[in-house]
């Protein structure tokens, strides 16, 4: 069914439906983009939510991909350009699964015409991109969000209440660490700078980044100074769980690391890498220190001096939560009026300035300032 058209007359299904109001009707979802994380993060958790939302239609540039999509999960049509779906089909939200090359037309593309977007993280590839997003959604009047599903765990919430409760009073400086030993992706474009913007920083360490910078309350950047490194991926090491990468065409860092500055004087370290020789794989974690305690996340734990005496509180239960179903659960009901989204577009400029600015300061050797 690719190009499959929806209507052949003058009417748009919002007209003929506009007498239904949105919390009587399943609200119509279209994908763009079909690979592995569409299908694992986005198209698997609407259909959670069935008797909220309908996959209506797909886009990917891979006939092939629009194909498998198609028959696996139900969409009603199938495009290979994302403009020919959102001109022939009426939609009420959008989740956008591209390469981060296209994060920002696919997203502008979707607003204009009426959607909200679900835009997977990081926001864009660059500041300027990341700011004209946010202006276009706020000129439609639309929501847009980004798929920053770390602040949705069970952690992340207990966390927030903790430091939003005033227990670690004012956070000065923290620590932020997404580290792999050996897990570069060997399928996608993850390894293609030209389409993704970068590595481990721009894939796995923007994640740590925004939760840190959530907990704080998300201060304004001034200053980043950042390095780069490509030491180990452009080399035939031993893969593991993302299977053998194509070392002779890596043209992505394999190791970032950073210090930011923020308008209130805190400050945070970044560290972040797809390959280094460490033991700590998969080491995603955070350390915030304030003037009242501290607190880690995963594993989670709040650090205090209390009656004189250095305590360390961890939770005796934490809930299992699935970041990405609670956010797709969550954009569901902030399109309804009955919710609303944790991460902002101001938030997805803030944090993609901050990305810019480490990939400008390593290729520069220069400290960057955020105006």
Known sequence: MVGSPLRDTGLSLWTEREVISLSEKKLRIGVIGGGGIAQAAHINNYKRFADQAELVAIADIVPEVVDKNVKEHGFQYGFTDFDEMLAKVELDAVSVCVPNKYHTPATIAALKVGCHVLCEKPPAMTGAQ?????????????????????????????????????????????????MRRSGIPGWGVFTNKELQGGGPLIDIGVHMLDLALYLMGYPKATKVWGVTYQELGNRPMTPTWGGQWDY???????????????????????????????????????????????????????????????????????????????????????????????????????????????????LTGEMVTIS
């Open 248 to 362: 002779e065409n890596f043209s992505i860092e394999d190791m970032a690391l950073a210090m930011i500055q923020f308008d209130n004087g805190a400050t945070l370290q970044l560290e972040t890498s797809f390959i280094i020789h460490a033991n700590d794989d998969n080491g995603n974690t955070i350390r915030l220190s304030g003037t009242e305690g501290g607190c880690a996340y995963r594993p989670l734990a709040l650090f205090q001096d209390k009656h004189k005496t250095l305590i360390d509180i961890t939770p005796a239960f934490i809930p299992k939560v699935d970041g990405y179903r609670v956010e797709i659960g969550t954009f569901l009901k902030a399109i309804r009026g009955e919710d609303e989204v944790l991460c902002k577009p101001h938030e997805g400029v803030i944090v993609q300035e901050i990305i810019e600015g480490i990939y400008t300061s390593a």
């Open 130 to 178: 990341a700011r004209e997003m946010a202006a276009v959604a706020e000129k439609a009047g639309k929501i847009l969000t980004y798929g920053f599903m770390n602040r949705y765990t069970a952690e992340a919430q207990i966390l927030k209440r903790f430091v939003d409760a005033g227990e670690l009073g004012n956070i000065y400086t923290g620590r932020v660490t997404a």
